[in-house]
């Protein structure tokens, strides 16, 4: 039978803040992710070990994850794109790591200095050094159907990233619409390229807004057996290296979507409302 349990990967606290205008202030950051772990998420993507040069709005995550209080059963998640963000993340108490790779060869080369080989050479040491600390490791793939600088992505490349992640190790694969530019059909096609190389179960969803597509985008991967679709709270989000890149989907809206199609999430409709309105607080303060 297949599923009706879909778990939402709440990714507002890193990629929703990475993207502020403003320097959202540490204490900020820690009601939110305390807000969220009331609400019944299994997995918090808290903050990110990168270079406070290329993206200084989560340079205090160290100083996030000490002051936030951690609800048991709940995994505090830390993006690492080397070995230096792998010991910050460690030290800091991160519960998971995540390494982030793209299908694109401009989105990479903006995002992380680096070509897709050269990228997944750096992460392969991370992926090493968390098997042997027993640390759990996600993988991103961004601009799985469109980059801001390449145009339309060939499925191919990102069933072969996405492969390249699940050799080194990865858990699970989150494919990311990193500028919610892909239409639904592309999404149908990266998917069937994909789940020829890793089952469904090891995939999980990640769609911008950009073009108000999410939701068609997240129906298209649960026709497809995916059950795992990361979600910032208040459409929090954007990436500063894809320029035009809205928030990630609202949290709450694919709450409502999943649960309208008979889906449970296991979260707190009400305490993920109130976990929104501190999203947006943060997000229109002056
Ligand atoms: P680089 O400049 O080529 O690296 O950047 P480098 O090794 O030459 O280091 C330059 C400086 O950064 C050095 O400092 C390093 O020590 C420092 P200096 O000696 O000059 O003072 N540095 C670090 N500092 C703190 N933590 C670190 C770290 N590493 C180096 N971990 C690098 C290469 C990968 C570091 C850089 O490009 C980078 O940090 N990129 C991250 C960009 C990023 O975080 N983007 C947003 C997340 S991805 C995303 O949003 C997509 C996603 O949501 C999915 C989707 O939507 O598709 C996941
Ligand atoms: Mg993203």
């Known amino acids: 039978m297949v599923s009706d349990a879909v778990e939402i990967f709440e990714v507002g606290p890193r990629d929703g803040l990475q993207n502020e205008a403003r320097d959202v202030p540490t204490d900020e950051k820690v009601a939110l992710v305390d807000a969220l772990s009331a609400s ?34 709940v995994r505090y998640a830390a993006l690492t794109p080397n070995m230096k963000g792998y010991a910050a993340a460690r030290a800091a108490g991160a519960d998971e790591v ?76 989150s494919l990311g619409d990193t500028i919610g530019r892909g239409a639904p059909e592309a999404v149908d096609a990266m998917l069937a390229a994909v789940l020829d190389e890793i089952p469904a179960g090891r995939l999980a969803g990640h769609f911008h807004d950009t073009g108000g597509r999410a939701l068609a985008n997240v129906d298209v991967s649960l026709a497809r057996g995916l059950r795992v679709f990361d979600a910032a709270v208040g459409g929090l989000g954007g990436c500063p290296y894809a320029p035009g890149a809205a928030g990630n989907v609202a949290t709450e809206a694919l709450l409502a979507h999943l649960e309208a199609a008979g889906y449970r999430t296991g979260l707190d409709t009400d305490a993920v409302a109130r976990a929104a309105g501190l999203a947006r607080a943060i997000r229109s303060a002056p």
Do not use: H, Q
């Open 40 to 73: 019944g998420f299994r997995r918090i993507e808290v903050g990110s070990f990168v270079s406070p040069r290329w993206v200084p709005r989560m340079a205090d995550s160290g100083d996030v994850f000490a002051a936030i209080r951690r609800a048991p059963g």
């Open 98 to 173: 995540a390494i982030f790779a793209s299908a694109s060869e401009g989105f990479s080369k903006a995002n992380l200095n680096a070509t897709i080989e050269e990228s997944l050479t750096r992460f392969a040491p991370v992926a090493e050094a968390a098997r042997a600390d027993g640390v759990p490791v996600r993988g991103y793939v961004s601009c799985v159907v469109e980059c801001p600088y390449d145009g339309a992505v060939d499925p191919a490349d990102t069933a072969r990233v996405a492969a390249a992640l699940r050799d080194m190790g990865c858990y699970e694969i």
